[in-house]
Each structure stands twice: as C-alpha cells, then as structure tokens.
C-alpha cells in the first residue's frame, strides 16, 4: 500500500456536519485467491485513532446513488438508475437495495457464482451498451 493510496481512500473531515466521511467500509477482497486490503481496514484504524464514526458516502451507501442522481439536469426515478459493477456487495448489492437495474461484470473482483440478484449479468464491460439496445 503506497501513501497516495492511504490518502485517497482515507476519511475526511466534514467541517459541515462535524462527522468524518469515508468512500466505503470493505474490509478485504478477494483477488486471484489471495486476499487484498479494501478501504474498510483504514476506516477502521482512523475511527479507533479519532474516536469517531465515519459517515460513509460512497459504495454500498444510497445516499452515493442519491447524489449522483441529484447532480444530474432531468429528474430520473429510481428504476431509471443502472449500476454497472463487478463487486456483488457494493455495486450490485447497493444497486438492488436502491431498486435500480444492476449489471454484474464478470471481471475485477468478481468471483464464481455471484451476480444471483443482479437484473443483468454480462463477462466484460464492452457487453453493456448492448443492454440498452431494443
């Protein structure tokens, strides 16, 4: 693990809320058998050194969906909503619990026999525009 990474996916102070905010709380994932730190170790070593709980904002949480959707010109419900991703529990879990369409990708940290809940299953991120076409 390099420094950038460590800054990059560290929490940050929310001078707004007095809370601080954290991209995602994983702890490992599995990569070619081995297993790999996520973002959720250094979540949980800063709370345990601050003594405070991070707000999390990003990937599983809906309020990630919320935003993105809110940052956008035309107003879109939440079955208009698709999420495309490779990781069962952030990407495809959030998607369903958001009651958007869901693409699970067989690639990156996906893993044999996931993608039982997603509304589509494709094996490369090149097979989604054909999702859309009639």
Known sequence: MTWTTVCSTAPSKDL???RSSSPCRLGVFPVAGQR??????????????????????GKPAEAFLDAA????RLP?????VWVVGDDETTDIGMGVAYGAQTVQVRTGKYQPGQGGSATHIVDSIVDVPQLFEP
């Not at 790999?36 to 904002?57: C, F, K, N, Q, W």
Request: no cysteine; hydrophobic share 40%; aromatic share 2%.
């Open 36 to 57: 790999h730190l996520d973002t959720g170790g250094i979540v949980a070593a800063l709370e345990y050194a601050s003594g405070r709980r991070a707000h999390v904002v």
């Open 16 to 18: 707004t809320r007095g």
């Open 76 to 80: 879109v419900s939440r079955a208009d």
């Open 69 to 72: 959707v809110a940052s956008g």
